[in-house]
């Protein structure tokens, strides 16, 4: 009884953070006929120089988490470096990261058909020491 | 509680609305199909820890920066996961999950692994994504502890068994109804008529799938689909053909959207057999003219012929 009316609430009025009683939000972010949709990804440079396209995977994340931290990393450009750190951690055999990019590419929908143009744009950077 | 010695009695449904709640809801059932699903339930932590989603083992090397602690682990004030907690945790839970399967100290063991799955899915959630297919899987991982022992061989219904399994029914259709209730509270009705397939197969999409971008039509025919059932989904409670019907089209309704955008909700499915007579299985080996027919008023169960 108590945990059907916490979950009746939970779906009326709580938030994710609510987890295991919040909303069933499956499917539920805005949909419009026309809008955009965003695809983010982590560019890399490491120690050795090398340019590296980061998966989430590869910093312990999944995308949607990544994501669902975008407001974070454009509010703190330094918590990158942690981002960088979870690098280190995941690949101790690999050279270290020393700067980061994160972007997010869009891509138009207009009436429901999706444009082929791709804009791309920089949420936030890191550098390693500054 | 008077409500559910009436009912037990079998003289006479009990008045009030709370009484036939209480009554129905404890409904006796066969305590084999507590055992059968226990031997579902349990196994798949293995599954779902080790392969399913196996991600969340790499939030021990993500920085306490990162970590976005939800509620629940705010209130238990639980410490950020780590490179020492999150193995810890993995090899405690999979213990408990074995000796669970096992079916010795049912009630420990179950215990054990639904807090142990909980502490895992705060450690999988607290990054900055809440997956929303756990609900019934953790429902179910709370209540099958207190059946207490129960074997496959066993042919008696019992109360207890009954409210568990009804309760993991009740979570199955809270999760596809509330679903549609999210729906309408974050976009409305026009949820139906918007591009949310379209956004769903252009993210990730499938040689299935991707044709259908081409029809918009038909994807707006299969979102008022998909509404329509979720806001039908009750009707999985009512025993009989009707439950049959609709365990099936849940079914379809997963693998179509496993073969269409590569999303399966494995912990949820895992509790879809609470609806069918899974203590047949057991029956039927023994052929249909076993020494004791099944009970009556099992859902699903056919009386043999006199």
């Known amino acids: 009884m108590v945990v059907g009316s916490l979950l009746l609430c939970g779906s009326a009025v709580g938030t994710d953070d609510w987890f295991p009683l919040g909303p069933f939000r499956m499917f539920t972010n805005r949909a419009n006929p026309s809008g955009r949709v965003r695809v983010v990804t982590l560019e890399a440079v490491d120690a050795a120089g090398r340019a590296r396209t980061i998966r989430p995977p590869d910093v312990g994340l999944r995308h949607a988490e990544l994501e669902g931290q975008l407001p974070r990393f454009q509010a703190q450009p330094a918590l990158l470096e942690a981002v960088a750190d979870a690098y280190a951690s995941v690949h101790p055999d690999r050279p270290p990261l020393v700067s980061l990019e994160l972007r997010e590419r869009v891509r138009r929908i207009e009436d429901n058909v999706l444009s082929d143009e791709v804009s791309e744009r920089t949420v936030s950077t890191w550098t390693v020491g500054r | ?306």
Request: with cysteine.
């Open chain 2, 1 to 306: 509680m008077d409500g559910r010695e009436v009912t037990a009695a079998g003289v006479q449904a009990p008045r009030s609305f709370a009484g036939r709640a209480t009554a129905w809801w404890s409904d006796p059932m066969p305590t084999a199909r507590v055992a059968w699903l226990r031997l579902l339930v349990y196994p798949f932590v293995f599954l779902d820890v080790l392969v399913t989603t196996s991600w969340v083992r790499a939030h021990g090397d993500v920085p306490a920066a990162l970590h976005r602690p939800l509620a629940l682990g705010r209130l238990l004030d639980l410490p950020a996961p780590g490179p020492v907690l999150v193995p810890v945790l993995l090899v405690g839970l999979l213990g408990a999950a074995a000796v669970a399967t096992t079916g010795r100290w049912p009630r420990a063991a179950g215990a054990a692994v639904f807090v142990l799955y909980l502490w895992w899915m705060l450690v999988a959630f607290s990054y900055g994504k809440v997956d929303h297919d756990r609900f019934a899987y953790l429902v179910a991982l709370a209540v099958l502890p207190t059946v207490g022992r129960a074997s496959t061989r066993d042919r008696q219904d019992s109360e207890a068994a009954g409210w568990a399994l009804r309760s993991i029914q009740v979570a199955v259709v809270a999760t596809y109804f509330l679903s549609a209730v999210a729906k309408l509270r974050y976009v409305g009705p026009e949820w139906v008529t918007s591009s949310v397939l379209l956004r769903s197969i252009a993210r990730r999409g499938s040689a299935v799938a991707d044709p259908l971008m081409d029809h918009q039509g038909l994807l707006v025919a299969l979102q008022a689909t998909i509404v329509l059932l979720e806001l039908a989904s009750p009707l999985l409670l009512r025993a009989g053909r009707t439950q049959r019907i609709g365990v099936a089209m849940a079914a379809v309704f997963h693998l179509a959207t496993f073969v269409g955008v590569r999303i399966i909700f494995l912990p949820h499915l895992v509790c879809l057999p609470a609806f069918l007579p899974l203590e047949r299985l057991r029956r039927r080996e023994r052929g249909p003219e076993g020494d004791h027919p099944p009970p009556a008023g099992v859902p699903g169960a056919v009386t043999p012929p006199p």
